[in-house]
């Protein structure tokens, strides 16, 4: 953990230098390129040791499958090869070496690539193969029309700004910022037609990276002396529970759980930072003329913190990763893409039991919540007072089964997750599974609403959203490609 903190530390300071002294406008995408990947495998040594060298396995050999296979199938052998890798090492990592350890490991870092070589194989299929026709509005302008070259590719997937910590990113968002066109603004005329700018100077990231620092500053603060005195094993103690009534029993839950979340935020914040500090997560200004630094942001606090609704803290949570799972299973299942979603999620974050405990629980959390909130809401939202009073007991039922859901992704195991469970008499199952049985799901257009509630955390909104940010830069190398864009991007936005 020292290691991580310390890399990541020395890749800000490095995401300065390389803005300041490698600007796209001192130096060659090829220069920019190498020594992006050079610090980013340094980084990894360093850190890791010669667990890193599974990173350049893992994308050396997709990369050599994009090749010999060919674009119409490529992608479904380098989801098939990637996503196996990496949990033949998590299998490796948890039931051979350290079970249980919440030390950082190298399987860590090999999540963000496994979704970087799945997204680009993806993304390569839908440009170079599928018709433009046959694909989505954010397919279409996430698609890339030729292959990367080797060094592009292991830039994209092992650079030193996101090898540690990720976030995600897109390729085209990470090729345009190597290129040095991701400040280059899109912005609609009174008449409707796109009219393309450029700005004079690029926009300084030192305000948002500040802010940003001074987020992780108190995040780390309140794990380093917060989170150790709220342990989550303390909801499962014998005297504790023998002892504490239940209205202490789910305040401790729930500030156990709200204490474990700093570390997340910190790792997520920071390595935002660290992009942002070199230059990249330009999403474009917001009416005000505010410079946005957001584009592949993975959080929002505030918005997780005082959610009232399930959906609503997982549209906050972990966005990268949501969007990931939307746009590589989700709309490309051909049938129960949300059973297949979750389980794809499940195998991606790693082996432990309680992975999947939490995310079956999920389900079930997410279909009550939505059927509540279908059902009832209406009733709530004429008058403020009462919409107040509504959004007061939503929040707290939001938070007290967001907390009674992720126990098991904490504790890992499945004794004490069920033993934690038993010691609740698994209320909010039984109440998730009444809530389904008096109040309907309402029907949609594909079939049911549970696809569509279960669908929540992958929701439009994201989608929308990620191709809103999008509108905010041309990622084109020519004129005539920049104005195929701009169409393509202004077409996704009115549908």
Same mark, same amino acid.
């Given at each position: 953990?020292?290691?991580?903190?310390?890399?990541?530390?020395?890749?800000?300071?490095?995401?300065?230098?390389?803005?300041?002294?490698?600007?796209?406008?001192?130096?060659?995408?090829?220069?920019?390129?190498?020594? %992006?990947?050079? =610090?980013?495998? @340094?980084?990894?040594?360093?850190? /890791?040791?010669?667990?890193?060298?599974?990173?350049?396995? $893992? &994308?050396?050999?997709?990369?050599?499958?994009?090749?010999?296979?060919?674009?119409?199938?490529?992608?479904?052998?380098?989801?098939?090869?990637?996503?196996?890798?990496?949990?033949?090492?998590?299998?490796?990592?948890?039931?051979?070496?350290?079970?249980?350890?919440?030390?950082?490991?190298?399987?860590?870092?090999?999540?963000?690539?496994?979704?970087?070589?799945?997204?680009?194989?993806?993304?390569?299929?839908?440009?170079?193969?599928?018709?433009?026709?046959?694909?989505?509005?954010?397919?279409?302008?996430?698609?890339?029309?030729?292959?990367?070259?080797?060094?592009?590719?292991?830039?994209?997937?092992?650079?030193?700004?996101?090898?540690? %910590?990720?976030? =995600?990113?897109? @390729?085209?968002?990470?090729?345009? /910022?190597?290129?040095?066109?991701?400040?280059?603004?899109? $912005? &609609?005329?009174?008449?409707?037609?796109?009219?393309?700018?450029?700005?004079?100077?690029?926009?300084?990231?030192?305000?948002?990276?500040?802010?940003?620092?001074?987020?992780?500053?108190?995040?780390?603060?309140?794990?380093?002396?917060?989170?150790?005195?709220?342990?989550?094993?303390?909801?499962?103690?014998?005297n504790f529970r023998a002892t504490a009534s239940w209205p202490v029993r789910f305040f401790y839950l729930y500030?156990?759980?709200?204490?474990?979340?700093?570390?997340?935020?910190?790792?997520?914040?920071?390595?935002?930072?660290?992009?942002?500090?070199?230059?990249?997560?330009?999403?474009?200004?917001?009416?005000?003329?505010?410079?946005?630094?957001?584009?592949?942001?993975?959080?929002?606090?505030?918005?997780?913190? /005082?959610?009232?609704?399930?959906?609503?803290?997982?549209?906050?949570?972990?966005?990268?990763?949501?969007?990931?799972?939307?746009?590589?299973?989700?709309?490309?299942?051909?049938?129960?893409?949300?059973?297949?979603?979750?389980?794809?999620?499940a195998i991606w974050h790693g082996v432990y039991p309680g992975y999947y405990l939490t995310f079956l629980t999920?389900?079930?959390?997410?279909?009550?919540?939505?059927?509540?909130?279908?059902?009832?809401?209406?009733?709530?939202?004429?008058?403020?007072?009462?919409?107040?009073?509504?959004?007061?007991?939503?929040?707290?039922?939001?938070?007290?089964?967001?907390?009674?859901?992720?126990?098991?992704?904490?504790?890992?195991?499945?004794?004490p997750s069920f033993t934690f469970y038993s010691s609740c008499y698994f209320c909010l199952h039984i109440a998730?599974?009444?809530?389904?049985?008096?109040?309907?799901?309402?029907?949609?257009?594909?079939?049911?609403?549970?696809?569509?509630?279960?669908?929540?955390?992958?929701?439009?909104?994201?989608?929308?959203?990620?191709?809103?940010?999008?509108?905010?830069?041309?990622?084109?190398?020519?004129?005539?490609?920049?104005?195929?864009?701009?169409?393509?991007?202004?077409?996704?936005?009115?549908?």
């Open positions: 953990q020292v290691n991580f903190v310390v890399c990541q530390l020395f890749a800000l300071l490095a995401a300065v230098w390389f803005r300041t002294y490698l600007h796209s406008s001192k130096t060659s995408p090829f220069i920019r390129h190498v020594v %992006a990947t050079l =610090l980013g495998l @340094y980084l990894a040594l360093f850190c /890791f040791g010669w667990y890193a060298l599974h990173f350049v396995i $893992q &994308s050396g050999i997709s990369y050599y499958i994009m090749i010999i296979i060919g674009v119409e199938n490529m992608h479904k052998y380098c989801f098939v090869f990637a996503l196996g890798y990496l949990t033949v090492c998590q299998i490796t990592r948890v039931y051979i070496f350290d079970y249980g350890q919440y030390s950082a490991d190298f399987s860590g870092p090999m999540m963000i690539i496994t979704q970087k070589i799945t997204s680009l194989a993806f993304e390569i299929h839908d440009g170079m193969f599928r018709k433009n026709e046959d694909l989505t509005p954010s397919q279409r302008c996430l698609a890339v029309r030729r292959m990367p070259s080797l060094l592009e590719y292991l830039s994209y997937n092992c650079n030193f700004m996101g090898i540690l %910590a990720g976030p =995600l990113c897109s @390729y085209k968002d990470y090729i345009t /910022f190597i290129e040095g066109r991701s400040y280059q603004l899109q $912005q &609609s005329e009174a008449n409707g037609k796109e009219d393309t700018k450029y700005e004079q100077t690029d926009p300084s990231p030192n305000i948002a990276v500040a802010q940003k620092l001074l987020i992780c500053g108190l995040s780390l603060l309140f794990h380093m002396t917060i989170t150790k005195t709220l342990p989550v094993e303390y909801n499962i103690d014998d500030v156990s759980l709200m204490a474990a979340r700093p570390k997340y935020y910190f790792a997520w914040t920071l390595a935002d930072a660290i992009n942002n500090a070199a230059g990249f997560g330009f999403r474009g200004y917001d009416k005000n003329g505010v410079t946005r630094w957001d584009l592949i942001s993975n959080l929002r606090i505030q918005q997780i913190e /005082f959610s009232t609704s399930f959906k609503m803290f997982l549209d906050n949570w972990n966005i990268q990763t949501a969007l990931w799972l939307k746009r590589v299973c989700y709309e490309r299942a051909t049938f129960s893409p949300t059973i297949q979603t979750f389980i794809l999620s999920g389900v079930l959390m997410t279909l009550a919540a939505r059927a509540v909130r279908n059902n009832i809401r209406h009733y709530f939202v004429e008058s403020p007072a009462v919409k107040l009073c509504y959004d007061i007991v939503t929040w707290m039922t939001t938070q007290a089964a967001i907390s009674y859901t992720v126990v098991p992704f904490v504790l890992l195991s499945v004794k998730s599974i009444l809530v389904l049985l008096v109040f309907p799901l309402k029907r949609t257009q594909k079939g049911s609403k549970k696809h569509e509630s279960v669908q929540s955390p992958w929701s439009r909104k994201l989608e929308e959203e990620s191709l809103l940010q999008r509108n905010s830069y041309s990622t084109t190398n020519n004129s005539f490609s920049q104005k195929q864009e701009i169409t393509c991007r202004y077409q996704a936005l009115k549908q």
